[in-house]
């Protein structure tokens, strides 16, 4: 069964041309991609024993995803046998009923979270609201973006997007509703510690925790959470009552495995070792015990992840959210995450969207938002062909008539000419017999038809006279021959 | 024995990499003092004002070391212990006022890993997470024979804990450098949530 995802239904030039004209965030989320991805290189340099335990991680993520429905079977059994309760929702709707009958059933007022993207594909705080709950992301990008309204901008860093005198205004607003102190300037401490202030009083308020999960371990029955700031302790330790919703992909098979798979998300996302914190739940709190929830539900999502089994995608199903391929792709850094439309942006994302819900929403990811460049490819801990998919996602969108008539025809007529030598240097003689009509001050500037669109955000040199092949020909290319 | 200190060695390297400070007392007799100047130095630099209240729990091995006495001098430190064995709810609510009203959580540990500088924390009835959580300042006393080559090798420890035990325990936090984020401009800020500054007292 299809699953559903959360769209911007603007369409694609109106998302490119917001993002285009966004300076704020493309200076921002420039610098935040750089950082982490230039962090990630240093790390694997100065940790030799980094590659290995990386390849080990992949044969363990895949041996995992190969066996799911057994291994989640032997998770529910160990949660239950710890006091936890483990649901499974087929779509994101069931998910959402789930988690609102927890949350009915014990009368919660107050909810705290972690960062979660499988409760953003949900919408589950809209869910909560809708039902007069209130709720606190704590991750501070999180935070931010929720006080603005607005989705994460990027996997790993929600608000990468947005400067810090935006920030400040969201935080003045904050103060004044909630009648506290504004922070005391827009110096990224004081932004930090006002977050701290606010929040705390939220953490010890709440009396619902709301996570998501890195991993889950099926011998045990153990989730691991992993986060810089420290907020899923609090969010783990404090409230009585914990929810965990969590992607199916996300078991591991055994504790060994998950010893290998552990140090990936850092390494790869933040190029840290581990992250300051990991935190790991594995049942309730015992009756000799002062922490841990009293009740704990794990709420087992599918929302499509199961239709990439048994599929040439099914390596998908091994991501780690790490944000790498993210930080990497050059087309991410020019429009930032919203151009995407879709709760996962970058080159994960283009390959997810359509593949979670079988083409129903923004097909036009795999085609306008990758230049094949491969850096994705190159960058992903996990091995994911993301360019080969994206490559392939395009030959399906052509297998079931899903590109325009006219782009479909173009491509066709193009790649006649292109097939062959002689054909390809009939194309170039034609076009430079007919772009006398299209130079501007040395470069050609539009285009007749469907190649005009191309020209909108870009220009292009003439077709030399003599090409190189020409040249060649008359050169030394005469002279081997004879 | 050279295996140790070169475990302690690195394991120093890493946590201070990640802003943590470390501390070395080579002798029991020498941990009082060594204690004390670590607890001094954390909170000068990091408290320089305010009163002092100490949310503590030990591990067995120190059950003896009178931590009021050791910290009680400096600034008028008042020191509580954690408590232990079965709670009543009320009695949690209380609990967690009090711990958020604290600025000093020393704890114990149950291992570290020398590779990545982390240190594990357990939940049970006699070692808890919460003094590691709310406070400014969490001070960790580690015997140094609990420190693991890597990390691997602690969770391969906490594993078969867990077989004797019969099951693990219902919290588990790695702690590897202090509460961090890179969330507003991608500009690196310690102390979000967690403790802002950590502290580990190796002992022998």
Known sequence: ?482 | MIETEALRNQFQRQFEALGGHVFYASNSERLPVVLASAYQAMVDRYLPDGPLQVVYWLNLDLSVLDLEGILGGIRGTQCICWPQGSRQHAVQEKWRDLLAESQVGITGAAWAAADTGSVALYSSPSTGLLPSLLMPIHIILLNQKRIQPSVSDGLKKLYQESETQGRMPPLVKLITGPSMTADIEGQLVIGVHGPTAIGVVVYE
């Open chain 1, 1 to 482: 069964m299809a699953g559903q995802l959360p769209i911007d239904s603007r369409p694609w030039p109106v998302r490119r041309d917001q993002a285009l004209q966004d300076k704020t965030m493309q200076q921002t989320i420039q610098f935040v991609t750089r950082r982490v991805a230039n962090a990630k290189v240093a790390a694997y340099t100065a940790y030799p024993e980094g590659e290995r335990l990386r390849q080990r991680a992949v044969g363990v993520k895949r041996r995992s995803v190969e066996n799911m429905e057994e291994h989640l079977a032997v998770f529910a059994q160990q949660v239950e046998a710890h006091g936890g309760q483990v649901h499974r929702a087929k779509t994101a709707a069931d998910a959402i009923r789930t988690v609102l009958e927890v949350a009915k059933n014990h009368g919660v007022q107050r909810v705290i979270k972690t960062k979660s993207m499988v409760t953003e594909e949900l919408e589950l705080n809209r869910a909560f609201e809708s039902v007069g709950i209130a709720v606190r992301e704590t991750d501070l990008g999180e935070y931010i973006i929720q006080l603005a309204h607005e989705k994460p901008s990027h996997i790993l860093a929600p608000a990468a997007h947005k400067n810090r005198a935006q920030i400040e205004a969201l935080f003045d607003q904050d103060a004044a509703a909630y009648h506290t102190e504004p922070p005391a300037s827009d110096d990224i401490l004081a932004l930090t510690q006002y977050a701290r202030r606010r929040l705390r009083e939220e953490f010890l308020a709440a009396d619902m925790g709301v996570t998501g999960g890195n991993f889950l371990v099926a011998e045990t029955g153990t989730l691991v959470l992993i986060t810089n700031e420290g907020n899923a302790d609090m969010v783990t330790t404090l409230p009585p009552i914990l929810v965990s919703v969590v992607g199916v992909e996300k078991i591991v098979a055994d504790w060994p495995g998950l010893t290998e798979v552990i140090q990936q998300p850092a390494l790869s996302g933040v190029g840290q070792r581990l992250s300051s914190y990991t935190t790991m739940v594995s049942g309730t709190r015992g009756t000799d015990q002062w922490e841990g929830p009293d009740e704990w539900h794990v709420v087992l999502l599918d929302n499509g992840r199961t239709l990439l089994k048994d599929t040439p995608f099914e390596d998908v199903l091994s991501c780690i959210r790490c944000g790498a391929c993210l930080n990497v792709c050059p087309v991410f850094r020019q429009v930032g995450g919203h151009a995407y439309g879709s709760v996962y942006p970058g080159p994960i994302g283009i390959v997810e969207t359509p593949l979670l819900t079988n083409f129903e929403v923004l097909p036009e990811l795999p085609s306008v938002l990758c230049t094949l460049c491969h850096a994705c490819g190159e960058a992903c801990p996990m091995d994911i062909d993301l360019p080969g998919h994206i490559v392939q996602l395009r030959k399906i969108k052509r297998d079931r008539h899903m590109d325009a008539a006219g782009v479909t025809r173009s491509y066709r007529w193009w790649a006649r000419f292109w097939a062959t030598p002689h054909g390809y240097r009939r194309s170039i003689r034609w076009a430079r017999w007919g772009q006398r009509w299209f130079v501007r001050h040395g470069r050609i500037q539009s285009a007749p038809g469907l190649a005009g669109g191309w020209f909108n955000t870009r220009d292009m040199p003439p077709v030399a006279s003599p090409t190189f092949h020409e040249w060649w020909e008359r050169t030394r290319g005469k002279g081997h021959r004879s």
